[in-house]
Every structure is written in structure tokens, then in C-alpha cells.
């Protein structure tokens, strides 16, 4: 029987894997600022020889390019509740957070009292917070006007320059606009009390301090946000400055102060380490006019203290001490830090005020005069209630900037809870981690607040 030969089985070579070009990465969107000019308010100069006497705002206008500096309608082309709201996601989310597209989105929350210690009377100032809530639908604010004056008699051994109401003055009538419809707008069911000073000097805004933590005591606790500042002076530890700011610290009240405008330095009160500072970041948007990222504002205070240094053995009236080991024992370093967490404050991205006291209606707004109102609402509507610790106890602290700090090493909180802004420049360029232009970074939502 004959074998039939067998063809040998062809087997096809190795397929070789097949080459792919890496796909191109994406562009980066092109950030888009309006132009325009900014304005500094009288009220906002810097002056020498104000240091260790007077306080000044931390406002700034934006003038967009062809259009008057104020107008009767909003310009939805700068940032409104519901953008904001939607940005720092203590609101409801839409496409690219545009301002135009809000609607109706707004925060919502808040509870007790929010004080805004300022200097001077607004005399539209209710008026005009009703018509901004009106115009954004937020709901009608419970708002008290407060005159810090003589019928306080005598706090902590100060007393107000004027009975009566305080003088007006437009520059600090348009922050005090911008601190109570803010401050609202994070917070709507929050009380808001106006808390009027007689003037900017230190001795009447520490005395309106006094005054607002009385009143916001009254109303079962809250926050005081402080938009003024100044330039540090040899006397502003313990007694010559920082008492004021934990005078009530047996109830649950958070201080805030804006950290400046003027770019790389501390500024007081903003530096001590009381208060919550108060930093400013720039929002950049898109050609589109979608919401892109937050960048360090070029104008945001923030720096080292020159007074307020770390003691061993504490000593309350001499310098900081465990109360201030929020930043000690994560930075390394002996001296307060400014800021702790940033707010929109540039004012090329600046935010929607009405005001008709000085101006005619609707003006766009920035400053880190933005960013604290901003914060004491978003952290009231947080409803953890921190306030200070009693000198009795470890926990003797502002309490609000401990639980900030404390996230910054978890790799699940912090990213949740904060933006890091790694970009931009004050005169020192912001990075990973904390940096003296945006502190911690920017706010999202309301946890770890």
C-alpha cells in the first residue's frame, strides 16, 4: 500500500504588532480676559503714613473697554452668584459656569449671623442689597444696620469717635455693598449685619470688632468678615491688635480678614493669626466663556509677618503660641503666614455689585475685598460651627484654620475639598502645596469647611 507524500503545513509568520502614533495632546484652551482698565477707589490708596492708624479697603473696579464705569444692567460677561456658585461648587453645576447661563442657580445654606465690620454709613446700603438679591434670585436677606458708636459705651477699654450715625463716604459705601450682597449670596439664610465703624481709623474699627462680636453672639454665633487692612506695626500682638480677634473666643465665631491688594507682603489684620486670611486668585475662562482654572492674582496680598512670631514658652500677649500651630507644625516655619485659602479677586474677573450711592447702579468688582465676604459665607453655609477653642483647653485655636490645614496631607480630602492653584505670580509664584498667594488654594464645596 502506498503512502501518499504530505504537503508540509504552511504556518504565516508572526503577525508584528501594529504601530500607533501616540494621539497629539490636547491644546490647552486659550484663556480670554476682557479688556478693560481698573480703578482704585480712594478709599483702597495705600498711604505711609497711615501705617499703625488707619485701615484702608481692598477694592478694585473694573472698567470693561468702551462702557462706563457703572451701568443700569448687569454685564453677564463677569461673574454673578450662580457662576461663582458653580465654580466653587457650593451651588448647583452647569456647563463651563458661564455667568450668562446661571439662572436662577444660586447657594443656598447658612445659618446665625454674619458681621461685616466696616468703616462709615452706607446710606443705600439695605436698598441696594435688595435689589441685587432681587436681581439674582436670592432670597430677601434678613439685614440690621449697626452703628458702631457711643451707645455702646465703653469695650474693652475703647470708645467709639461719633454718637449717632457715622459720616458717609462712597469709596467704603461701594465695600460695604460688596461685603453684604457676598456675603448673602453664600450664605442667604445667614443673618447679615452691616456693622458700621465711625471712621477707618484702627481704634473705631477695633471698637466696631467689639461691637459685631456682640451682636453676632446675640444671634447664636457666626462669622466677622473684615475686608479692611493696613500695614502691620511693631504693637499689633496681644493686646495692641490681636485681642480683638478672639475676644469672644468662647463662642462660635470665625474672623476673616483680605490679605491685600498690593501684591507681595502681609498686611494687619489679615496677618494675624486669628483670623482666616483671606488670599485673591484670577478665573480664567475660555474664548467660549467657560470656566478653564484659577490662577495666582497677580495683585493678592500675602506674605510673611513681620511681628507675629511663634513663642516658646507661649505667651498670649507677646506673639503666637499653640493657637496658631495650624501653620507651625506643617510649614516649619516661626512666622505667620498669609494667606490661608483664596477667592476670585482680580478684578478682570471680577464679580457684579449694585450700588447707587457712589456710582449709578451696576459696576464690575474685585479685590480681595471679594474673597473674604465670599469665604465667611461659604464657611457659615459649611454649618460646622469651629469657632475659637477656650484658653483653658489644647484646643485653644481658630479652630476653622486647623481643620483647613489638616487636610492638606491627605491624598482623598484635600483634592476634594480644595483647588491647589500651582499657577500665576504676586511676586512670589504660586506651587504645589501652600504658597503665599493663594494659601491652601481656592474653596470646593462645603466639606473639610
Known amino acids: 500500500m502506498s503512502m501518499l507524500a504530505q504537503e508540509p503545513i504552511k504556518v504565516p509568520p508572526p503577525e508584528m504588532p501594529q504601530q500607533f502614533e501616540p494621539a497629539p495632546a490636547a491644546p490647552a484652551p486659550q484663556i480670554v480676559h476682557p479688556a478693560g482698565k481698573v480703578i482704585i477707589p480712594a478709599s483702597s490708596v ?7 492708624l488707619r485701615a484702608h479697603t481692598n477694592v478694585a473696579i473694573f472698567v470693561p473697554e468702551g462702557m462706563p464705569v457703572a451701568s443700569p444692567s448687569v454685564n453677564y460677561t463677569y461673574e454673578t452668584p450662580a457662576s461663582l456658585g458653580c465654580i466653587y461648587h457650593v451651588s448647583l453645576q452647569y456647563a463651563g459656569c458661564k455667568p450668562v447661563n446661571g439662572g436662577t442657580n444660586r447657594p443656598t445654606g447658612g445659618w446665625g449671623a454674619i458681621a461685616l465690620v466696616d468703616a462709615y454709613d452706607n ?15 436670592v432670597p430677601a436677606p434678613q439685614f440690621t444696620k449697626i452703628y458702631a458708636n457711643t451707645s455702646y459705651g465703653n469695650l474693652h477699654g475703647l470708645t467709639a469717635s461719633c454718637g449717632g450715625t457715622p459720616p458717609g463716604n462712597t469709596g467704603w459705601g461701594l465695600e460695604e455693598d460688596l ?5 448673602h449670596t453664600m450664605a442667604p439664610n445667614a443673618k447679615i449685619l452691616l456693622v458700621e465703624a465711625c471712621s477707618n481709623s484702627f481704634s473705631d474699627l477695633y471698637f466696631a470688632e467689639l461691637v459685631a462680636g456682640l451682636e453676632v453672639t446675640a444671634r447664636g454665633g457666626g462669622d466677622i468678615s473684615n475686608s479692611w487692612g493696613g500695614s502691620e506695626y511693631s504693637t499689633e500682638v496681644g493686646t495692641g491688635g490681636d485681642v480683638y480677634f478672639y475676644e469672644w473666643y468662647w463662642k462660635n465665631i470665625v474672623y476673616f480678614a483680605s490679605a491685600g ?9 489679615s496677618s494675624s493669626p486669628w483670623v482666616v ?11 467660549s466663556g467657560n470656566f478653564v482654572s484659577e490662577s495666582c492674582w497677580s495683585g493678592s496680598g500675602g506674605g510673611v509677618s513681620s511681628y507675629e512670631n511663634w513663642q516658646s514658652p507661649p505667651d498670649l500677649n507677646n506673639g503666637m ?15 505667620r503666614q498669609t494667606p490661608d485659602i483664596s477667592f476670585d479677586a482680580d478684578p478682570n474677573s471680577g464679580a457684579n455689585v449694585y450700588d447707587t450711592y457712589g456710582y449709578s447702579g451696576w459696576i464690575v468688582v474685585g479685590g480681595t475685598s471679594l474673597s473674604s465676604p465670599a469665604l465667611a459665607g461659604i464657611i457659615n453655609s459649611a454649618d460646622n460651627r469651629l469657632g475659637q477653642g477656650p484658653p483653658d483647653t489644647p484646643q485653644f485655636s481658630t ?7 489638616d487636610q492638606m496631607n491627605s491624598v482623598q480630602a484635600f483634592p476634594h475639598n480644595f483647588y491647589d492653584v500651582t499657577t500665576g505670580n504676586n511676586g512670589v509664584a504660586a506651587g504645589p502645596g501652600y504658597d503665599q498667594c493663594t494659601g491652601v488654594g481656592s474653596v470646593r464645596g462645603h466639606l473639610g469647611k
Open 46 to 52: 495705600v498711604r505711609a503714613e497711615d501705617a499703625g
Open 261 to 269: 491688594d498690593d501684591g507681595w507682603g502681609a498686611q494687619y489684620p
Open 321 to 335: 503660641g499653640p493657637w496658631a500651630n495650624f501653620q507651625y507644625s506643617l510649614l516649619g516655619q516661626t512666622a
Open 399 to 405: 479652630m476653622e484654620n486647623n481643620l483647613i490645614y
Open 179 to 183: 461685603d453684604i450682597e457676598y456675603a
Open 277 to 287: 486670611s483671606a488670599g485673591g486668585t484670577t478665573i480664567n475662562r475660555d474664548s
Open 123 to 137: 446710606p443705600n446700603a439695605e436698598s441696594d442689597l435688595k435689589a441685587f438679591s432681587t436681581q439674582f434670585h
